[in-house]
């Protein structure tokens, strides 16, 4: 068989039923009965409960894991690491080859299934892959088809559930999802689509990405990001809804009902068919509350603490949004745990990352909120921790004195299903073995099988035992096709946010001329472990901005200036923020603070002593207390200052690409007008400094006024930073917003407004 080269569809369609389709690569054959027709995805020649199509999804499920060997249930609960289409051997990702040479070298087509994937198909059963980059729709549907051809043939014929981090941002070095290509629609980062305030986008926004996902071949989305952050310095606050629970729980509920919902010819039964995307709402119970704004990642960021006794706001998002749907779906049909060890509540909780809390798991998620879906870890929690300060290290908060397999065993025990980013089975057969030890073989094969019917259901219900395939044409005119794309540009000029207008100055006159100094990017490693050297570079090309303004470089001769600026960015010591290696060195612990300013930080007011001691580690005390931090993107600042300089009296607008709250005091009084961004939104930004759309975005955030008011927050509290005040009297709290006729107060902000303060 050619695994390595297109994959010849061949189908049949049901009378009144589902089109089945399959590989003639595979050799599968079809069964008639009762005149219809059904895939022999056994090989046996009759047909199982779980190959009639005509029975609900639990009882396929069910049927099918009770004929399941140990080691292919094991295999069936791993989740493949990070896959790019085509492969490339990376570190941490691992060696990638193509009959043992590079896909270069092979001459095979980018939509080969790479040696390593035959291999944990075959021999670890893995059923369930994420995807990283591909180069185009078209291909990832080729190879999708490939991929799935191989595993048509294999014991049982179980199709291959595919899925991606979020991939329809603009600022595509976030996270994961470095050069994610395929051509898909661009929305604003998840926070922006949260400064809509608007839910009913947010399901539209999930309705259209799910048709590009199916297109793309995933057929679960590792999102959405539901987690209350109320922490303003953690690094994934771009990928959140916010700090508002009850803004929050909405836009979950809606992004899940867009993805998870089939109608019309495409529903299956109820509300799941063909165009559903499964949900995989993260990070249970919530990992916005890090202390000090440490990301759990890393080592020197694995806790999370709750200072102000709010632990129960975090579920709400999951609670009263994701688990109650509007939609016949009903619930998110997955949850991955996050990273963090819920620190010290009232002996009710380990000291252990959440992925292996008994209580977290069994008696919070599935006994008080009745949730019997999916629960997936987040990628190597399994594996051995390596140094506080490296990324690709594994993630085993509380168990690090722990085998593999004990590992596999307690998350197990803790009422987990999956294991993200394991890729061999054997760490589960030993998990599996303790239990047999301690429990007999009746129970264990019990507690395999129940995992099972939920992974198997999730399958099942998209359509894939009947049709897994992809047509590659129609795959190419639907991902990133020009209706969705428009209303993707559209969401983004939704989103921006007007801070200030001083005395009308935006917007700005067609063709007026306009100086735009040049940013600098200092050198720099990103999530995907790709160096960037050091330049010089303008915000925006030339080429855009002369379809709005008329563009020089010498600001004497401009009308007004824009700067687009970062914010800071306090991981100024690699990608591990608030611990640095060389502090510990010098006689330190190793933390330091997280700024949100642009100038250098001392941390005067942090605590005398953290919240989280770990008995275990060489430093249990976290403290930062009066060190020193420098951001990496200080000259940013040097920029916004320096063009006020040169243009006198002249308007300067600042445009700032916000992926959280910031410190704006140090260059809002330089600025006649603000914008906030969210993403690289340069076009829809274009389109409302120039007058083209008027801003309507709201603050989904805070702005604190100085970092002595983030340090003295509570991690686990919203709204109770003091908030900027700006030279026209204008508070930056959660909510705010300007269009051109000022302040906007509509029904948004009285819908979700009564979080703020009362004083305000």
Known sequence: MKQNYETTVKSIQNPGGPKLCWSEQSGMKVIEKDGLYFKDLAGAGELYPYEDWRLPAEQRASDLASRMSVEQIAGLMLYSRHQFIPGVSMPYFGEVTYNGKS????????????????????????????????????????????????????????PVAISSDPRHGTTVTFEFDAGAGGDISHWPEPLGLAATFDPALMEKFGKIASKEYRGLGITTALSPQIDLCTEPRWKRFAGSIGESSKLGADLARAYCDGFQTSEGDS????????????TMVKHWPGGGAVEGGRDAHFGSGKYSVYPGDNFEEHLLPFTEGAFKLHGKTGKASSVMPYYTAVYGKAGNYENAGSGYSKYLITDLLRNTYQYDEVVCTDWSITEDASTLENLYGG?????????????????????????????????????????????????????????????????????LFENPYLDPEVSARTVGCAEYMK??????????????????????????????????????????????EEHWDSPISKELLEKYFTVTDHPEEADAAICIIRQPDGAAFGLAGGYDVSDKEAGGNGYLPISLQYRPYTAVYAR??????????????????????????????????????????????????????????????????????????????????????????????????????????QEDVPFDMECHRDTEGHIYDFGYGMNWQGVIADERVRTYGHHLPKEN
């Open 395 to 463: 993630k085993c908060w509380g168990a690090e004195k722990l085998t593999r397999g004990e590992r596999c065993y307690r998350i197990l025990m803790a009422g987990v299903d999956q294991f993200g980013g394991l890729n061999e089975k054997e760490p589960v057969l030993d998990a599996y073995r303790i239990g047999v030890k301690e429990h007999g073989e009746t129970f264990m094969r019990k507690r395999l099988e129940q995992s099972a019917v939920r992974l198997l259901k999730n399958i099942f219900r998209v359509g």
């Open 487 to 532: 209303e993707g540009f559209a969401a983004q000029k939704k989103s921006i946010v007007m801070l200030k207008n001083k005395e009308n100055v935006l917007p700005l006159q067609k063709k007026m001329k306009v100086y735009i100094p040049k940013i600098h990017w200092p050198e720099s490693v990103d999530w995907m472990c790709q160096k960037m």
């Open 103 to 158: 896909i270069q070298e092979s001459g095979l087509p980018v939509s080969a299934i790479s040696d390593q994937q035959k291999i944990f198909l075959r021999e670890d059963f893995i059923r369930h892959l994420l995807i990283i980059s591909v180069q185009s729709a078209a291909d990832a549907a080729k190879w999708n088809n490939n991929i799935q051809s191989l595993a048509e043939e294999l014991p049982w014929g179980i």
């Open 267 to 278: 529903e299956i039964t109820d509300g799941w068919g063909y165009e559903s995307v499964n």
């Open 608 to 713: 005398e002593h953290s919240i989280a001691q770990d008995p275990n580690d060489e430093f249990p005390d976290r403290t930062y207390r009066g060190k020193t931090v420098t951001v990496n993107n200080e000259d940013d600042l040097d920029l916004v200052l320096h063009t006020r300089e040169l243009m006198g009296e002249k308007p300067v607008i600042v445009c700032v690409n916000m992926l959280g709250p910031m410190v704006v005091k140090e260059f809002e009084a330089a600025a006649d007008a603000i914008v906030a961004m969210f993403g690289d939104l340069s076009n829809a930004l274009l389109e409302v400094l120039s007058g083209n759309f008027e801003p309507e975005g709201l603050l989904p955030m805070q702005l604190p006024a100085d970092m002595r008011t983030v340090e003295e927050q």
